[in-house]
């Protein structure tokens, strides 16, 4: 009581506050308080329709889903009286807009009212869509008539105040709210004692609001203060009757229709998911719900009538028969248990049946009355289930699943056996991820695998454990998440593979790759000092100095070539460090278009360069290493002219708005088969010669100086370009 108390005295506090702080507001801005407080009507006006309209699927009497349509439309006239109020300047032609749209709003109300009043206790049906769409003619009809055709009568003069058809209008309007409080009175029962009493004050300061509207002479002046303060009141306990209680106890809305008993059980039977059913002492059907069409694929006629067993399998309809018999004779019990139905078309049920027995007069048991659910999709599932606990307990892989803080619930017989947590699962539940996998000096792995749990993302690493007896065991460790249907991670799924054979295969792969870069340089260095030597005679001619120059470059870039081999090695596994100078891109493209001047002419192929659209005028000087740029730029045009149909041209433009970029653009497409691979390793198509290493290991220059690839390519205009953003 205490607590209802102060909650009464707060609410009156509250209440006070707001009427004196819209009275303030009235002494300062007439038009603020005007628009404070006919917001409140048109929220108001527009919670009752959303809640009407949402539960209409619930509500027996329709006139409350009438009343919800019908405030929609009220609050909506409302909001245009609001905005053509005078002084609010958004519609200029006219004053007294708000006048008419008032006068036409307060007739609908009152109305609306009167028909759901009087409609109340009967259970007619209607189409909400069909009486949506009529309420949106007749407010159509008023807002022509207002702004546009202006056929509506005058409600103020300037001047002179109120027009007798305002006066009248507001008179009749009194009396039809009045009707519609005699109306209510008559309709207590079917409303609870609190929203009776609110709607019949709702009404009645509607009323000494309308009363207060019949003799004032300007917009702005006291009376029609007042009028707006009653109806504030009114839509108030309009809010509380409808919007509030609503929300809170809705029952009390809606008429108490809900708790028709009869037609609630027909409503729940047959909406059930359950088959409900009953049967007598024999078991044969008295009735049975329409679900059963979906479950079984008979009609509750064909089943009313037979007995359940009828619907099994010959043995184990047998069985149960003689289970039901016994005990149905000896004693009633509840029945739960799973049973196994044939479906019309042959297929089998897993029904889940719970029942209770139904009595006669004498005590005996007269039948049982259940429901059956179908448990077909859950068994299977429950099948999959126990293949897949199988398939992960047999898996040769190392498996852990923990929870999204990364504490471990499980690790199958291969993770016991790799990390030597003897057999039982038991030893690695309730214990960290990160105790289980991660070893002394393992401190960047650590540090990713925190990240990766707090971020819900993957991870995938490679890392060295010892044996005991002191071998390595190479082991790649791969951490995905498992999500649910709202992007939740629930789990996460940790597998660990045994990759020692490939880390040894990379070791002999590197060992070998050194091995020829040592033994390729010293052929090269004599390629190289040969034509050095030759240029020293003064008996060659141009032509013969400009081919040896050739040659000595080629050997020379081949030696770099041979070099930069490593670079990309280490860029392959994260060590290489970059170092950048300024570099001219233009002297490299002449560097790369001179070493493939056979190729272009072989192929016909154009190469045209342009700076910002127009010819190279200057250098285009951006951030790189030279000869890294180079190697880039030469498998990538490499790739343009060997594409590019006979007689075409590769055309690269270098920009410099809104970055530096060097576009490589060609004639042909590339094949669909590899454009979501471009720039993976040995992936190609389509060349007799191609590794599969050219845009990989341009890629991976790419990268290491932080430049950007882009690839388009279109099969329908059939061009391919790669645009390089060197920031």
């Not at 392959?572 to 970059?578: D, K, L, N, P, S």
């Not at 990268?703 to 205009?717: I, K, P």
Request: glycine share 8%.
């Amino acid at each position: 009581m205490l607590v209802l108390n102060r909650s009464r005295v707060l609410g009156f506090t509250l209440g006070a506050v707001v009427l004196v702080g819209l009275y303030l507001t009235s002494l300062s801005s007439y038009l603020l308080f005007h628009t404070l407080s006919e917001m409140f009507s048109i929220v108001v006006g527009f919670g009752i329709f959303i809640i009407g309209w949402n539960s209409r699927e619930y509500i027996r009497n329709n006139s409350l889903v009438f009343l919800s349509i019908a405030y929609l439309f009220i609050a909506f006239l409302d909001l245009l009286h609001t905005m053509s109020y005078k002084g609010m300047g958004i519609f200029t032609s006219y004053d007294y807009y708000a006048n008419q749209l008032w006068i036409a709003t307060r007739y609908m109300e009152s109305l609306a009212l009167l028909i759901a009043f009087l409609f109340l206790r009967q259970r007619y049906k209607f189409d909400p869509v069909k009486v949506f769409a009529g309420f949106t003619l007749v407010t159509a009809c008023i807002v022509a008539s207002v702004f546009w055709w202006k056929i509506f009568p005058v409600c103020f003069v300037d001047g002179q105040g109120l027009t007798p058809f305002k006066k009248v209008s507001e008179y009749i309007i009194c009396v039809i709210l009045f009707v519609d409080i005699l109306v209510l009175m008559r309709l207590r029962d079917q409303f609870s004692r609190d929203v009776h009493r609110w709607l019949v004050l709702s009404l009645s300061f509607t009323i000494a609001s309308e009363l207060c509207f019949t003799f004032y002479i300007s917009n702005y002046g006291l009376s029609n203060l007042l009028g707006h303060y009653f109806k504030l009141f009114s839509f108030y306990y309009v809010y509380k009757a409808l919007v509030e209680t609503g929300i809170v106890a809705p029952q009390q809305v809606f008429f108490k229709a809900l708790h028709d008993s009869e037609e609630k059980f027909r409503a729940l039977v047959e909406s059930s998911t359950d088959f409900i059913w009953e049967v007598d002492w024999r078991g044969r059907y008295t009735y049975a719900s329409p679900l059963a069409r979906k479950l079984l694929g008979y009609s509750a006629e064909e089943l009313v009538g037979r007995p359940f067993f009828d619907f099994m399998l010959p043995e184990e309809g047998h069985r149960a028969w003689e289970l039901f018999d016994g005990h149905t004779r000896k004693c009633p019990y509840l029945v739960n248990s799973e049973i196994v139905f044939i479906h019309k078309e042959g297929h089998y049920v897993v029904l889940e049946r719970s029942g209770v027995p139904i009595m006669d007069e004498d005590g005996k048991v007269a039948g049982y009355r259940g429901v059956d659910r179908d448990v077909t999709e859950r068994k299977r599932q429950e099948l999959e289930l126990r293949k897949l606990i199988r398939a992960v307990e047999g898996n040769p892989t190392a498996i852990v699943i923990c929870d999204p803080q990364g504490v471990a619930e499980y690790g199958n017989p291969a993770f016991m056996a790799m990390m030597g947590y003897g057999n039982s699962s038991g030893g690695v539940v309730g214990r960290d991820l990160e105790e289980l996998v991660c070893r002394e000096g393992q401190d960047r792995f650590r540090e990713g695998l925190r990240r990766a749990l707090a971020n819900g993302e993957p991870l995938q690493e490679d890392l060295e454990y010892s044996r005991d007896h002191g071998e390595s065991l190479w082991v790649q460790v791969s951490l995905g998440p498992v999500v649910d249907g709202k992007g939740t991670v629930e789990n996460f799924v940790v597998t660990l593979a045994d990759v020692s054979d490939r880390k040894n295969l990379e070791r002999l792969k590197e060992g070998v790759d050194q091995i020829m870069r040592h033994d390729l340089k010293t052929p090269l260095n004599g390629v190289i000092s040969v034509p050095s030597y030759m240029l020293m005679a003064d008996n060659l001619t141009d032509d013969q100095r400009m081919l040896l120059g050739v040659v000595e470059d080629t050997g020379r870039r081949m030696l770099r070539m041979v070099d930069n081999s490593l670079d990309l090695f280490k860029m392959e596994m994260g060590t290489f460090e970059y170092a950048p100078e300024e570099v001219d891109v233009l002297e490299a493209l002449g560097l790369v278009t001179k070493e493939l001047d056979s190729l272009c002419q072989a192929k016909e192929v154009e190469v045209v360069v342009t700076v910002d659209g127009e010819g190279p005028d200057g250098p285009f000087v951006i951030l790189s290493e030279r000869d890294l740029l180079i190697s880039m730029l030469t498998n990538f045009i490499t790739n343009a002219v060997e594409a590019s149909p006979v007689g075409e041209t590769v055309s690269i433009s270098l920009d410099t708005r809104p970055a530096r970029i060097i576009r490589i653009a060609n004639r042909g497409a590339v094949p669909e088969e590899v454009r979501e691979r471009f720039f993976q390793k040995y992936k190609t198509y389509g060349k007799k010669k191609g590794t599969g290493l050219g845009t990989y290991s341009a890629k991976l220059i790419a990268d290491a100086m932080g430049y950007e690839l882009q690839l388009d390519t279109s099969g329908e205009a059939d061009t391919t370009a790669v645009t390089i953003i060197c920031g």
